[in-house]
């Protein structure tokens, strides 16, 4: 029987950190090997990292690459190793997979179908490899074999399809099929989005079904280069069972998930599968001397305990954003974190995820390996507990006007208490009146609630920036900014004033579900080690009504009152940026959504509200702090969603909108989901 253990180790890298991704790469082959592991397959561009933007294109980059290959391949004795680089062919750069084995390399694969879409951009620096193609490349005065590469080693043959190359129709791998492939490696760089991990798992056990294969799949971890969170899925399937998959989300350099196949099962189903034979890739023979005392093994996945609890996209939320803000924290060699916290939902989000952050890396690694990951930050060295942590790396500050309430400060305070964080607490109105002073001395009047709104709402968020940057300078921390995806989409914010940040942690998540979050967090909590974690400090803002607090209290100002409720927002949102509708395409699916709770008169007002806003606040976003992706609807036009900082701002399309309004009266059909 041909039966091997193989295994798939994610890796959390760095783009252009030569040494750590090398020694996380060798780190990872050194524990295969201990595990008595034949084949192991690592990540998509994991020697330079994947988010290497335009320095892709420097020669030294590549040179780097292949330096580090050549440390990498010392390692390989007695396994097989798949990795990935970039690779210059003919003046081309392609995006490339080598396979490894016992200090050799056999041969470099290279990425067929390129993503160029959302968070994606490869066209921009690689080629695209032509089907059915081979050439060589020569490295060190020795020439390897490069393209569509059946690797046969004694009799077990090994294919490599790259991330993209097995989500697309005529893949690599219906091409290695005809070959009789029994060994099908995938090292991906797949970011994170929510329940994408479902969509992964059925690809992958679909592949190895249909492809009569054992398919072993990877992908990278954590927080690579500032926007994309990778949760290390990696999953090994053979003849349609998914036989292992790994825990996601780890604070680790690395993991290793292995299993145990037998490539005769997969070929007595071979047999059975009837096609026209077609043109096959070209084979690579080498002699690798496999084990033969390896047994069989009755294995099948299973779900992670936060994975069954009926809470998936809560938890996905609460671990991806943790990990993102752990890795960001210690990459960038900050000492901690500042919040300006106002007790309102979206700081209080916030706050809660950098407690929720440590008591996640204590789940994964352990306190004593958490304080190792971040060991750039010696004042937490000698802490015992994650409360003393807390206190060290989250700083909140409170910054009260006279339009501040007693509720609101209650309530941040309450939270950085629950959680350990420190507090600060000052109050800025004589700031206020002295910027106020200023201006009304220039201008020769008063400035009044009356005639100047936004500007006396502005001045107070302004405000606030220089106090919270200066307590953040002093301590060498990252400002996060507050910012949540509903705001995003409609400006509703201050520049420079609550959107001041290094970071916006939220910005990739809308407000109403927010809101709903927070709650869970207070009441149910996130699994962590058999038990759940709750915030119950957060039990004051939740029972609080969102607002900015920056006009008279008197005024009784709320957010959903200055914009409309979140719930509304966040559908035109979806149809309108997401899928693209028109302003009267989106107010028809508006009428059908909410045609039993609101006014067909208040749905017509809130979409053409939210369509000018949308068009004119395009500068803002273009100036947000980098956030998160999370899902397929990101609005930040680095990374996602673009749109023209200057257009005609729909004014044709609001005519038509205002037209349609008018002449049609209002539909009777029912509520329906969305």
Not at 254 to 265: G, N, P, R, S
Request: with cysteine; glycine share 6%.
């Amino acid at each position: 029987m041909k039966i091997l253990k193989v295994a798939s180790g994610a890796l959390n890298q760095t783009p252009l950190d030569w040494k750590q991704n090398a020694k996380n790469c060798i780190e990872a082959i050194e524990e295969a090997k201990a595990q008595k592991v034949s084949i192991l397959c690592l990540p998509e561009l994991a020697i330079t990292g994947y988010g290497c933007e335009d320095a892709f294109y420097s020669p030294d980059v590549q040179r780097k690459a292949l330096e580090t290959l050549q440390e990498i391949k010392d390692h390989t004795a007695g396994i097989v190793v798949c990795v990935g680089l970039p690779l210059e062919i003919n003046n081309k750069l392609f995006n490339a997979a080598c396979l490894l084995a016992d200090k050799n390399i056999l041969g470099f694969a290279c990425k067929r179908h390129l993503p160029n879409y959302g968070v994606f951009y490869e066209d921009r620096w690689f080629h695209r490899w032509p089907d059915n193609l081979k050439d060589e490349v020569s490295i060190n005065g020795f020439k390897y074999p490069v393209g569509d590469l059946i690797f046969e080693l004694n009799n077990v043959k090994i294919a490599i399809e790259i991330c993209e190359d097995a989500w697309v129709p005529n893949r690599p791998a219906d091409s290695y099929f005809n070959s009789g492939v029994d060994i099908v490696l995938n090292p991906s760089a797949s970011p994170f989005e929510f329940n994408k991990f479902r969509t992964r798992e059925r690809l992958i056990i679909e592949s190895s079904r249909s492809h009569a294969c054992s398919y072993i799949y990877t992908n990278l971890l954590g927080n690579e280069s500032g926007r994309l969170i990778f949760d290390g899925d990696a999953q090994i399937a053979s003849n349609g069972v998914l036989l292992r998959s790994s825990d996601r989300f780890s604070y680790a350099s690395h993991t290793l998930t292995t299993a145990v196949i037998d490539t005769d099962q997969t070929a007595v189903d071979f047999t059975k599968i009837k096609t026209r034979p077609k043109a096959t890739p070209n084979k690579v023979s080498f002699t690798f001397e496999f084990p033969t005392n390896v047994k069989p093994s009755y294995e099948e996945a299973t779900l992670e305990a936060f994975e069954s609890g009926g809470s998936i996209k809560e938890e996905e939320f609460a671990r991806a954003v943790c990990l993102g803000l752990f890795d960001y924290l210690r990459k960038s060699r900050s000492q901690g974190f500042t919040i300006s916290l106002s007790g309102g939902a979206d700081s209080s989000a916030c706050t809660a995820l950098c407690g929720l952050m440590i008591r996640l890396a204590d789940e994964s690694i352990g306190f004593d390996a958490m304080k190792t990951r971040l060991g750039h930050i010696k004042k937490i060295q000698a802490c015992k507990t994650e409360e003393e942590v807390s206190h060290e790396i989250i700083h909140t500050i409170y910054q009260g006007t006279e339009n501040s309430s007693d509720e609101t400060k209650n309530s941040a305070r309450a939270l950085a208490e629950s959680m350990g964080a420190k507090f600060y607490d000052v109050n800025i109105n004589g700031l206020v009146e002295q910027y106020t002073g200023m201006i009304e001395g220039q201008i020769d009047r008063e400035l009044t609630w009356a005639t100047d709104d936004i500007a006396l709402q502005n001045i107070q968020a302004r405000v606030r920036a220089p106090g919270v940057w200066l307590l953040n300078n002093i301590t060498g921390h990252l400002l996060l900014a507050t910012s949540n995806r509903s705001e995003v989409a409609v400006g509703y914010c201050t520049m420079d004033g609550d959107t001041a940040g290094s970071i916006s942690p939220i910005a990739g998540i809308d407000k109403h579900w927010l809101r709903s979050w927070l709650i869970w967090l207070e009441k149910k909590g996130c699994h962590v080690k058999g038990k759940h974690i709750k915030i119950e400090g957060l039990k004051y803002v939740n029972a609080l009504n969102p607002t900015a607090e920056l006009r008279p209290k008197d005024q009784m100002q709320s957010d959903e009152k200055d914009l409309m409720p979140y719930e509304v927002l966040d559908a035109i949102e979806k149809v309108a940026v997401k899928d693209k509708k028109s302003p009267t395409e989106s107010f028809q699916y508006m009428e059908v959504l909410w045609a039993n709770e609101y006014s067909r008169e208040d749905l017509f007002n809130w979409t053409t509200r939210f369509f000018k806003l949308w068009s004119r606040n395009q500068w803002k976003r273009e100036r947000y702090a980098p956030s998160f992706h999370l899902d397929n609807r990101n609005l930040d036009p680095r990374s996602w969603c673009r749109f023209p900082i200057l257009s005609g701002g729909f004014e044709q399309e609001l005519k038509e909108l205002k037209e349609y309004f008018e002449g049609n009266a209002k539909p009777k059909s029912k509520k329906i989901g969305f």
